[in-house]
């Protein structure tokens, strides 16, 4: 059974701090990972999509990297700033196209 | 404006009065699915829908059914609603269920059943 699991539950940085997100997966047969960003009130929204033949994608001050065999994969946010504040959720896809959430990373930037 | 809607946004609601969770989406999606968030658990799938008329049940179908007469429209139904139900649930929708695309996902409607 897939579980996925992120690393660190909470996390709190001065501005302009460039910051690292975990997340691990046990199967590597994965279809694709997606990072989600989640805002109280508001739906999650998707940040990158890295295929399973990739190693990883970028947008903007995001980069997010993907080691299949490992079953690793990391969001790096560079520059931070206070309206990054928000919880970070990775999901890996199998078959059927479901996703497999983590429980996310609550990430507050202090001005 | 591409988007997945769903509606209502909050509801609360008391045990065993059935009640309907829409969710539409603009963008001819084949895929949508529905997923439940509770806190120490992440989210959830319930259902899926691959097309128009297949749906299949996700991780915690148990309470719940869906339809998919339109290719736009996914709703959730709570039959018997009960208190463990109680949860904040989102609809998502993606052009195929081939595992390649973005998934999008709706606001959110958050259930309170008493």
């Known amino acids: 059974k897939q579980e996925v699991t992120q690393i660190p539950a909470a996390l709190s940085v001065p501005e302009g701090e460039n910051l690292v997100l975990n997340c691990s997966f046990t199967?590597?047969?994965?279809?694709?990972l997606q990072w989600f960003r989640q805002d109280p009130g508001k739906g999650l929204t998707s940040l990158l999509l890295?295929?399973?033949?990739?190693r990883e994608q970028t947008s903007g001050r995001l980069n997010a990297s993907l080691d299949k065999s490992s079953g690793r994969s990391t969001l790096y946010i560079a520059a931070s700033q206070p309206g990054d504040s928000a919880t970070y959720l990775c999901?890996?896809?199998?078959?059927?196209?479901?996703?497999?959430f983590g429980t996310g990373t609550l990430l507050a930037v202090q001005p | 404006e591409a988007q997945v809607t769903q509606n209502p946004r909050y509801l609360i609601t008391v045990t065993g009065k059935k009640l309907t969770v829409t969710c539409s989406q603009n963008m001819n999606h084949e895929y949508m699915s529905w997923y439940r968030q509770d806190p120490g658990l992440g989210l959830r799938q319930i259902y899926y829908?691959?097309?128009?008329?297949?749906?299949d049940k996700g991780d915690v179908p148990e309470g719940y059914k869906v339809s998919r007469k339109e290719k736009r429209n996914f709703p959730l139904i709570l039959e018997s609603p009960s208190p463990n139900q109680t949860s904040l649930y989102f609809c998502a929708s993606s052009p195929s269920w081939t595992g390649m695309n973005i998934q999008y996902f709706g606001a959110g409607t958050r259930l309170s059943v008493l």
């Open positions: 999901a890996v896809s199998g078959a059927t196209n479901k996703l497999i």
């Open positions: 199967d590597s047969a994965i279809y694709n």
């Open positions: 890295i295929q399973s033949s990739q």
């Open positions: 829908s691959m097309n128009v008329e297949v749906t």
